[in-house]
């Protein structure tokens, strides 16, 4: 078994550094940003089917909402 090389606090440091700089990293972070905002989306939209499935049990229709929002507009 090989032995770890033990890095001083200041070559931990240097390390980040350099990591922080490279064009690898920062394409990995874009990609990991792009593939958790789209599993948010996701979530979102499923969300919001679940509360249109309640809406409609319940009565509400997208004519109800926007003779809702007629109503709405025209009182202000």
């Known amino acids: 078994m090989a032995k770890q090389k033990i890095l001083t606090d200041e070559q931990v440091?240097?390390?980040?550094?350099?990591?922080?700089?490279?064009?690898?990293?920062?394409?990995?972070?874009?990609?990991?940003?792009?593939?958790?905002?789209?599993?948010?989306?996701?979530?979102?939209?499923?969300?919001?089917?679940?509360?249109?499935?309640e809406l409609a049990e319940s009565g509400?229709?997208?004519e109800v909402l926007d003779s809702m929002?007629?109503?709405f507009v025209n009182d202000g």
């Open 13 to 53: 440091e240097q390390e980040i550094e350099r990591l922080l700089d490279s064009d690898m990293v920062k394409l990995a972070k874009k990609e990991e940003y792009v593939r958790n905002r789209r599993r948010q989306y996701l979530y979102c939209l499923r969300s919001y089917e679940k509360k249109g499935k």
């Open 60 to 62: 509400i229709t997208m």
């Open 69 to 71: 929002l007629k109503g």
